[in-house]
């Protein structure tokens, strides 16, 4: 604050104390961003309602005279672009099934139901399509990497030229900070290895991601998961997306059937990219935390259960055995897995309309920047 501020106090013509003050709660002497946040906003609000609660929880001993329920922090859960997010594949099949001007009124749920009369067979045989073309995606960044950089038969086989296009794929991209657990699914690397080789009912796992620079830790849980990519056990079976950036988040999120989501609560404030996921039928496998805890409807994805590492990873490898993997992989005569197929109609239904940004925008309208309640009137 010295170095970048001191011309402030200055111009301002106001003590270094009394800036310093707004960003310091009272009875300390840390000053806080959050704290000069909170101090210099007319409105402030979480990302989600979870993330509004705990916030509120988080700093209610800034607002002494209130209960936690009324401390001035409300929540507009975040939400995503969905022309943006929704592959061209799935564009091109609503199109097909919702009415004709649906992607001008997105955010009207009601629309969305039409999405349960599309014949399974033309959602399952789109979702394969976009699963084929990411791997393909993934197997031509081997090969040209392969041929203009020096790479060596393990980095191939890590980044996943090996995987098979028919397995049970689950996806797991976002930045390795810690908190959101990387390695969490390793915990009982035996237990693991036995649901990923399954002969007649394998599973694979796509990793994508970037650690923060000066993340050390989180870089070594990056290195962890990259040394299993192309381990013995592992190769072939788990793999490793370099550069995450928007195209392979638009891959990943279009292109696997499970998005793996396991942070510690209550640290996910939201976790967009699951809501990117859900809107193109690929199901989510989450903690309830951030925007999940209200995303979540019993019929549209699953819960990882448990408050501790060792739980969390056991209530995992439950549903994967007991739910995941035998849904997937129950198919009619036409190799079409029907209940599967529901959970992703589920899916999109459930999350294309109130995880939009175009209902997150009219939200922050109506509460924050035009409310008709007088309360942005000049203090
Ligand atoms: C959506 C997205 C994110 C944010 O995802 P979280 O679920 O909040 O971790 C980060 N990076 C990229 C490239 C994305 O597309």
Redesign the pocket.
Known sequence: MEDHFRHLWEEMNVSREELLGIGTPPDSKTFSMTVLALNTSRKANGVSRKHGEVSRRMWHFLYPNVEEDAVPIIAITNGVHVPTWLSGPMVKLLSKHLKEDWSQVHDNQAIWEKVFDIPDEELWKTHIGLKSRMFRFVRERARRRWMTEQITPNQVVAMGSLLDPHALTLGFA??FATYKRATLIFRDIERLRRILHNPWRPVQLLFAGKAHPADEPGKFLLRQVYELCSSPEFGGHVAFIEN???EV?HQLVSGVDVWLNNPEPPKEA?????Q?ASLNGVVNCSVLDGWWCEGYNGRNGWVIEGADDESAANSIYNLLETEIVPRFYERDPEDIPVKWVALMKEAIFSTAAPFSSRRMLKEYFEKVYCPTDGSNAQR
Not at 270 to 274: E, R
């Open positions: 976002r930045r995450y950036d928007k988040a939201s976790g967009t990219s699951g990117k």
